[in-house]
């Protein structure tokens, strides 16, 4: 049933990339607000996944929601989450073997309509208020312009995968791959087309995108996520 959906309100919209389809969302600080969310109110039990987190809200104040970075088995983030600037888990400055730890990882984050994508050696240097949001997760896929050290041009590990980047004017860019795809190319399309210099992988495998206004509700496991919510709604 598509009844009251609106395909030309989404700021969702369909690309394609060096043959590889993504879905490109732009979240404007004049229009959005960002926020993180894990569990409802008064749980400590994840959402789990988008449709339960829509099934708690108003979707008409939502533009769109996306797993927002690494998390473990148990739906526990891997590093750290702030919520309404409420921290539920510590930066994890730490090495291991899984993608989170590929070094630089990073930090998404921001307050007051001014967002941000930093290297998490930098945010913990650099960074001393709490911000309202922020989500760790790794590798970086752009550091001022250049591949993470973590990336290659072409590696041959290629999954769906998502990603956020924050270009000079402020605005948030949010991309899933509809299509498997290698982290050089998905760090390229933020480099190339749209001109951002600090880029994060979030997640692979289980990247997902809920967009109302055109129906589309993703199915993967989600521990933390981000939602884009409507100035004019909320």
């Given at each position: ?50 449709r339960a987190y829509a099934r708690a809200v ?88 250049e591949l993470g050290a973590a990336i290659s ?70 521990g933390p996520i981000l939602v884009i919510t ?5």
């Open positions: 049933d598509t009844a009251g959906l609106n395909p030309e309100a989404s700021v969702c919209a369909p690309v394609t990339f060096e043959t590889v389809e993504l879905t490109h969302c732009v979240a404007d600080p004049a229009k959005h607000t960002i926020g993180v969310v894990y569990s409802p109110a008064g749980s400590e039990t994840p959402y789990g996944t988008l108003d979707a008409t104040t939502i533009a769109f929601a996306m797993n927002g970075g690494a998390f473990s088995d148990d739906l526990k983030p891997r590093g750290y989450l702030v919520a309404s600037g409420d921290r539920l888990a510590e930066l994890d400055r730490g090495s291991g073997d899984s993608n989170f730890h590929m070094k630089p990882n990073g930090v998404f984050f921001g307050s007051n309509g001014r967002w941000q994508v930093l290297a998490t050696n930098r945010f913990f240097s650099t960074v001393r208020e709490r911000p309202r949001f922020g989500t760790q997760s790794g590798p970086m896929l752009l550091v001022d312009g041009e072409n590696g041959n590990s290629r999954a769906i995968r998502n990603a956020v980047g924050v270009a000079e004017d402020g605005k948030a860019h949010f991309v899933i791959a509809n299509a498997p795809l290698n982290f050089g190319r998905l760090a390229r399309f933020f480099r190339d087309e749209l001109s951002v210099k600090n880029a994060l992988f979030l997640d692979s495998n289980s990247s997902s995108l809920w967009d109302p206004a055109t129906g589309r509700m993703d199915t993967g496991r989600t409507k100035k004019d709604a909320s």
